[in-house]
């Protein structure tokens, strides 16, 4: 705040607050100050006791007199001065003599006193003040040495008041001082302190701070109070670079810190670098590389100092025996650190002996950059190094090792592959049906029955029925086999009607009529898998698995439908609809009868077609 702030404390039978103008935080060390009245002789109620205390933000004076009761009662007057306004002592010594007054009087004058402090200071930078100590150790000042507008005024603090509680201000006016072990300021010199602030963000480059050249280089980012004209050690940092020493000297209250001419270096040495072999990056060049930055050879002791300009477009050259010279221009300002570099090996030759068909030894020079390091390693394969260094013998493991690998890998190959067929196999042989219970997943083995008599009455019309179907099936024979797409193309013919004599026709359909004709349900829903691309199968399928709880006997067709054709649309709805009870035959059982008598005629013509279709397989017959 800008103004003074100012509270009455009493204390008589108990504490007591009384006028309080521009109350803050500063209320909270307005304290009972009996114990301080103790350092006086207050048996004078007309004298005054004046003593100082500080607190980070301001300082205050205290103004306090004795009131009759018992022993220390007392008012006190306290006036608080923040220390970010500027007010002189004259002006703080005409406040004083106000308050006194008013003290003074039998009953205090609360406008007079509300219009003092209702004033409004010039406001300055501020600093923070060192607080008075909290321990009861007291000090004294004699007006004298020092006027009373010097030690209340522009030097009321002094960096060494913090070692005290409070500075007692004797006044030759004031209560007696009677306490001998309070210590002596009087001598003291005074002296001026300011306030010295850090330099405008702006005037300062990113990345750049400044400190005190102190223990521990505490930073200078806000406004510190030190002695006037005194000599203020700085550096100005920035990460990579050297440190800038600056000195300054504070004249005035408020000065800015100024900023030096940067002439920022950054210091280079070996142990910014990594090096490594290319190859192997397991292999640490660093010992034996020889690094140069523009010219100028890094040694272990030997750190260089560069400019800005100069590290901006740095020269680096690393070499190594054996290996590839690497030079680069770097921006050494925004490498990361450390810099790792990779050298590539160096072409070199080699020279070797190796024995030649007539049993003679011939030398062999080799030059590449991939030769290996040591002398002692065979740089040829199938080749390992003789009893001499230099000499290199023709041996078979490693062709015996090459070959036993790719024979490892065809057996796995073929190994996959069978594996894969076996799969497909199986895949295909079984349907998947999700379900609920355990497993989720149920796994059928698609099945293909062929019905075979053993009489032979039915081998004789089977004989008979082959010779027929040969007979009027040449014509078939020479044409393409029904594939699974024609069996779906009949089924979804546009009269929705399958005929029984044309169902037997296709692979995939023969037994249909007679699984839907005595509706066996399950062997039905097993077809679905090669059969689900059929509209009209779908149709029977899905009324199925509506349906299939219902109980079903006898025959679709009946015992005197000699039709044998099945419509998609009278078996859907047969399905859906409630299932009628048997009824007992008529006529003595004539109808069923001769119903029977059809129905074990057509088993025999299907049994004599599959057996004609299995002679023929045999014969490698359509």
């Not at 005035?252 to 142990?271: A, H, L, M, R």
């Not at 190594?320 to 650190?337: C, D, H, M, Q, S």
Request: hydrophobic share 35%; charged share 25%.
């Amino acid at each position: 705040m800008n103004k003074i702030g100012f509270r009455i404390y009493r204390f008589k039978e108990g504490p007591s607050i009384g006028l309080t103008v521009n109350e803050g935080d500063w209320t909270k060390k307005v304290v009972d100050i009996r114990d301080i009245l103790k350092l006086y002789n207050s048996e004078d109620e007309s004298k005054f006791a004046m003593f100082m205390s500080f607190s980070e933000n301001g300082a205050y004076i205290t103004i306090a007199r004795s009131i009759s009761g018992r022993g220390g009662d007392n008012t006190a007057a306290w006036i608080y001065i923040p220390n970010n306004i500027e007010v002189t002592g004259t002006e703080i010594i005409q406040i004083i003599d106000i308050v006194k007054e008013e003290l003074s009087a039998s009953k205090s004058n609360v406008e007079r006193l509300t219009q003092i402090f209702s004033k409004d200071y010039r406001t300055t930078e501020s600093a923070a003040y060192m607080p008075s100590s909290v321990e009861k150790i007291f000090a004294k000042r004699n007006v004298g040495f020092y006027p009373l507008k010097d030690i209340i005024g522009e030097k009321r603090y002094q960096p060494i008041y913090s070692n005290y509680n409070v500075i007692l201000i004797n006044d030759m006016d004031g209560m007696e001082i009677v306490d001998k072990n309070i210590t002596d300021l009087s001598s003291e010199k005074m002296v001026e302190t300011l306030v010295f602030c850090p330099p405008v963000k702006q005037d300062l480059p990113n990345g750049v701070s400044v400190h005190f050249k102190t223990s521990g280089y505490p930073q200078f980012n806000k406004p510190v109070r030190v002695y006037k004209s005194k000599h203020i050690d700085l550096v100005f940092k920035r990460s990579g670079f050297e440190d800038i020493p600056y000195m300054d000297s504070v004249e005035e209250n408020d000065q800015i810190c100024g900023v030096p001419t940067f002439n920022w270096k950054i210091s280079i040495s070996k142990d910014l670098f990594k090096v490594r072999a290319a190859h192997n990056r397991e292999i640490d060049l660093f010992n034996e590389a020889r690094i140069c930055i523009n010219g100028t050879e890094l040694g272990w002791n030997h750190i260089i100092q560069l400019s800005e300009r100069e590290a901006a477009n740095a020269t680096v050259s690393i070499s190594a025996n054996g290996y590839e010279t690497y030079e680069r221009i770097i921006n050494l300002l925004k490498v990361r650190i450390p810099i790792s570099v990779e050298l590539h090996r160096a072409e070199r030759a080699q020279t070797w002996k190796i024995e030649m068909s007539n049993g003679e030894y011939a030398e062999m020079t080799l030059k590449s950059k991939y030769l290996p390091q040591r002398y002692s390693e065979s740089p040829l394969k199938g080749y390992s190094i003789g009893d001499r260094n230099g000499h290199l013998e023709y041996t078979n493991f490693g062709v015996f090792k090459q070959r036993a690998i790719g024979f490892c890998m065809a057996i796995a190959a073929c190994l996959i592959v069978c594996l894969c067929v076996a799969l497909y196999d199986w895949y295909d042989s079984h349907t998947f049906n999700w379900q609920f219970g355990w497993p989720p997943l149920k796994t059928e083995k698609i099945s293909s029955t062929t019905d075979y008599s053993s009489t032979n009455d039915n081998l004789k019309d089977a004989t008979e029925a082959n010779q027929s179907f040969e007979e009027n099936s040449v014509t078939a024979a020479d044409s393409k086999a029904p594939t699974i797409d024609d069996a779906i193309a009949y089924l979804d013919n546009k009269d929705g009607v399958w005929q029984r004599d044309s169902l037997i026709k296709y692979p995939e359909l023969d037994g249909l009529f007679e699984e839907l004709n005595s509706y066996e349900f399950s062997k039905i829903i097993n077809r679905d898998p090669k059969l689900r691309n059929s509209k009209n199968f779908k149709k029977i399928y899905d009324a199925i698995r509506l349906n299939i709880g219902k109980p079903f006997s006898g025959s679709f067709c009946g015992d005197d439908d000699f039709s044998y054709s099945i419509t998609v649309s009278k078996y859907e709805k047969k399905l859906k609809k409630p299932v009628d009870q048997p009824k007992a035959p008529d006529n003595g059982g004539v109808a069923s009868d001769a119903a029977k008598k059809a129905q074990e005629s057509a088993n025999n013509t299907s049994t004599n077609q599959n057996t004609n279709k299995e002679q023929k397989n045999k014969r490698g017959g359509v």
